[in-house]
Antibody, heavy 120, light 107 residues
Framework: EVPLLESGGSLVQPGGSLRLSCAASGFTFSTYAVSWVRQAPGKGLEWVSTISNSGGSTYYAASVQGRFTISRDNSKNTLYLQMDSLRAEDTAVYYC?????????????WGQGTLVSVSS | DIQMTQSPSTLSASLGDRVTITCRASQSISSWLAWYQQKPGKAPKLLIYKASSLESGVPSRFSGSGSGTEFTLTISSLQPDDFATYYCQHYNSYPYTFGQGTKLEIK
């Protein structure tokens, strides 16, 4: 198993900010790209963002570009997602997931998710 | 951006049935396609990568095929544990996108 444990989800008002964390263990974190994928209630999966193993390359979905920032601390084996200017449509379970290569690729291990609710 | 379209959206089938789910890409993605299974309240689980490679530990009744723009996931003989939602995802180039999902229900 490759534990990935998300945290930081909560209820936040529209326009607010939140930072999600994902603590990794059981593999050499600094070797692989990691991603955030979200799922709105009753909806399908939506890829949100990916960061390369070194953190030197980042990629975002158009729906979050300019509002969300992905980052990682390889010394702490932790992935982050800073979410600003939150909207109701950002309400979702956010999963972190490990890629199979340093730059991305398919997702072979997933965390259990953390719920973000955006509402007044 | 590459769009992924799955069909059908819902599939009703019986234990022991052979079922096929289709995923189409809006442009060629070579074989850079993965399939995931998700059960209610759980994280997705990788089944197939590179269109037809079976992930370790996944039962051999699951198989994938295709290349370019058209792909299929086949379950050869449905078992009770297979009733779930299935998603395809391309990883040809960013942004990676998922299909909208296919819910496999018991008939």
């Amino acid at each position: 198993e490759v534990p990935l444990l998300e945290s930081g989800g909560s209820l936040v008002q529209p326009g607010g900010s939140l930072r999600l964390s994902c603590a990794a263990s059981g593999f050499t974190f600094s070797t692989y790209a990691v991603s955030w994928v979200r799922q709105a209630p009753g909806k399908g999966l939506e890829w949100v963002s990916t960061i390369s193993n070194s953190g030197g390359s980042t990629y975002y979905a158009a729906s979050v570009q300019g509002r969300f920032t992905i980052s990682r601390d390889n010394s702490k084996n932790t992935l982050y997602l800073q979410m600003d200017s939150l909207r109701a449509e950002d309400t979702a379970v956010y999963y972190c997931a490990k890629s199979i290569r340093s730059g991305g690729g398919y997702l072979d291990y997933w965390g259990q998710g953390t719920l973000v609710s955006v509402s007044s | 951006d590459i769009q992924m379209t799955q069909s059908p959206s819902t599939l009703s089938a019986s234990l022991g049935d052979r079922v096929t789910i289709t995923c189409r890409a809006s442009q060629s993605i070579s074989s850079w396609l993965a399939w995931y299974q998700q059960k209610p309240g759980k994280a997705p689980k990788l089944l197939i990568y590179k269109a037809s490679s079976l992930e370790s530990g996944v039962p051999s009744r699951f198989s994938g095929s295709g290349s370019g723009t058209e792909f299929t996931l086949t379950i050869s003989s449905l078992q009770p544990d297979d009733f779930a939602t299935y998603y395809c995802q391309h990883y040809n180039s960013y942004p990676y996108t998922f299909g909208q999902g296919t819910k496999l229900e018991i008939k």
